[in-house]
C-alpha cells in the first residue's frame, strides 16, 4: 500500500459511493484522521439537511464550519447558502442581496439554472486556493459528496459552465474549478462500496469514468468486511463434527457452515473488487488494491470513526 501513503494529505478529498455503502462514516474517519496527522481538517456535507448533526449528536450543523469534537470541523454546504455568502461578500450590503435574489422570479431562476448550485459549493470548496469570497483556512477539506451518479454530475459542471459561457466571471471561476479538479496533487476521490456486485459494479463504472475524463487520483474502499478469527477449513470441519451430535451442537454446526458460506462468498467479492479496479484502470493515479474495512457492530458512532480511521491510517500517513 505503499502507493497510497498520504493519499489524503490533498487539499481537497472527495468521498462518494452507491447510496448505504457507508460513505459518509469514511468522509468522517478520514477527517479525523488528517485532522490527527496536525492538518487543520473541515469536513463538508453537501446537500440541505445534515447526517452528522443527528450521527454525533451536535446541536447544530449548518453553513458555518464548528467543532465537531473528534480534532476536525464540520459545515453544511448547500449550493443556495454558498451563493448567498458569495453574492454578499461581493455587494458587501444585505439589503442588495435581499433586492436582487429573494424576489419570486430570480428565487425561480436560480432553482432552474442548470448547475449553478453545484458551482456555488465547488466554487466555496475550492474558494482557499484560489482567494475569492471570504478567506477559509483549512489544510485539507474532505467533502461528503452525493451518491455516484449526482456525484459524476457534480464533477462535470464546472467545465459543462465554461463551456458554454464562456466569458465573464462565471467563465472564469468555472475554469478554475475544473483546473483545480484536474490536478492530482490538488483533488483525490475516495469510492466506497460494499463487498458486493452491484455496488462494486457501480464502484469501477464511476472511478473509470472519474479517471478518465479528470486523471484524479482514486483510492476504493470495500466496506463491512466481516472478519472472524476461524478460517473457512475449521468452521466447516466444525459443521462435520457436530451434524450428528445434540441439538444445541448441531445449531452450533449449522451456524458454523453458514458463516463459512458467508466468508467463501465475501473472498469471491473481494476478488471482484479487485478485478474492478484494474478494469477501471486507476492504478496509475492511485493503488490497485482496495482498503478493506471491517464490520462493526454495537459500536457507538465515535467508536466507529475511531475503529475506521485504524483500518484507513496509510491515507494520512507519509511512507
Known amino acids: 500500500m505503499a502507493d497510497l501513503a498520504g493519499f489524503a494529505l490533498r487539499p481537497y478529498v472527495f468521498v462518494s459511493g452507491k447510496g448505504g455503502v457507508g460513505k459518509s462514516l469514511v468522509a468522517a474517519a478520514l477527517a479525523s484522521g488528517t485532522a490527527e496527522s496536525g492538518r487543520k481538517t473541515l469536513l463538508v456535507e453537501t446537500g440541505e439537511r445534515s447526517y452528522f448533526q443527528d450521527f454525533l449528536e451536535l446541536p447544530v450543523v449548518d453553513h458555518t464550519p464548528r467543532p465537531s469534537g473528534l480534532g476536525f470541523d464540520i459545515a453544511l454546504w448547500s449550493g443556495e447558502s454558498c451563493l448567498r455568502e458569495y453574492v454578499l461578500h461581493l455587494l458587501k450590503l444585505e439589503r442588495l442581496y435581499k433586492i436582487f435574489f429573494e424576489n419570486k422570479v430570480m428565487k425561480a431562476l436560480v432553482n432552474v439554472a442548470p448547475g449553478l448550485g453545484e458551482i456555488a459549493i465547488l466554487g466555496k470548496i475550492t474558494s482557499g486556493i484560489r482567494r475569492v469570497g471570504p478567506p477559509i483556512t483549512y489544510d485539507t477539506i474532505v467533502v461528503d ?11 462535470r459542471t464546472p467545465k459543462g459552465m465554461a463551456d458554454a459561457i464562456q466569458i465573464g466571471p462565471i467563465a472564469q471561476h468555472s475554469g478554475e474549478i475544473d483546473r483545480l479538479l484536474r490536478d492530482p496533487m490538488t483533488s483525490a476521490l475516495v469510492a466506497v462500496t460494499l463487498l458486493e456486485e452491484l455496488p462494486i459494479v457501480e ?28 478460517e473457512v477449513s475449521e468452521l466447516e470441519a466444525l459443521a462435520t463434527a457436530t451434524a450428528s451430535a445434540s441439538a444445541d451442537a448441531n445449531e452450533l454446526g449449522r451456524y458454523a457452515h453458514g458463516l463459512a458460506g458467508q466468508l467463501k462468498s465475501q473472498a469471491n467479492m473481494i476478488e471482484l473488487l479487485r478485478a474492478a479496479i484494474g478494469k477501471a484502470a486507476i492504478g496509475e493515479t492511485a493503488a490497485s488494491e482496495a482498503l478493506l474495512v471491517p464490520r462493526y457492530l454495537a ?21
Open 203 to 230: 464502484t469501477e463504472e464511476f472511478v473509470g469514468q472519474v479517471h478518465r475524463e479528470f486523471a484524479m487520483p482514486v483510492c476504493v474502499v470495500g466496506n463491512r468486511k466481516l472478519e472472524v478469527p476461524l
Open 145 to 155: 459528496m452525493p451518491a455516484t451518479g449526482h456525484a459524476l454530475a457534480v464533477f
Open 299 to 319: 459500536k457507538s458512532p465515535r467508536e466507529m470513526i475511531d475503529a475506521t480511521k485504524e483500518a484507513l491510517r496509510v491515507l494520512w500517513t507519509r511512507s
